[in-house]
């Protein structure tokens, strides 16, 4: 799931996090957005919250993707 801007295209600040399928975007109450990786949970090769942007990821998995 990624979280679309106002006009419904990802953030592209945030390289490949706000694109891939295994993102949990959480936005703080004053407005900062966080990509949480959720492979995180299960594979400690990646990051709970990586450094940003990420341009290259093993995990990255495209919205729809398999």
Request: charged letters at 20%; hydrophobic letters at 25%; glycine letters at 10%.
């Amino acid at each position: 799931m990624n979280d679309p801007r106002a006009d419904g295209q990802p953030d592209p600040s945030g390289g490949l996090c706000p694109r891939c399928a295994n993102v949990q975007v959480i936005t703080s109450d004053r407005g900062s957005r966080f990509y949480r990786c959720r492979l995180s949970a299960s594979d400690p090769r990646f990051p709970k919250y990586p450094p940003q942007p990420v341009v290259e990821c093993a995990g990255f998995v495209a919205p729809g993707g398999a």
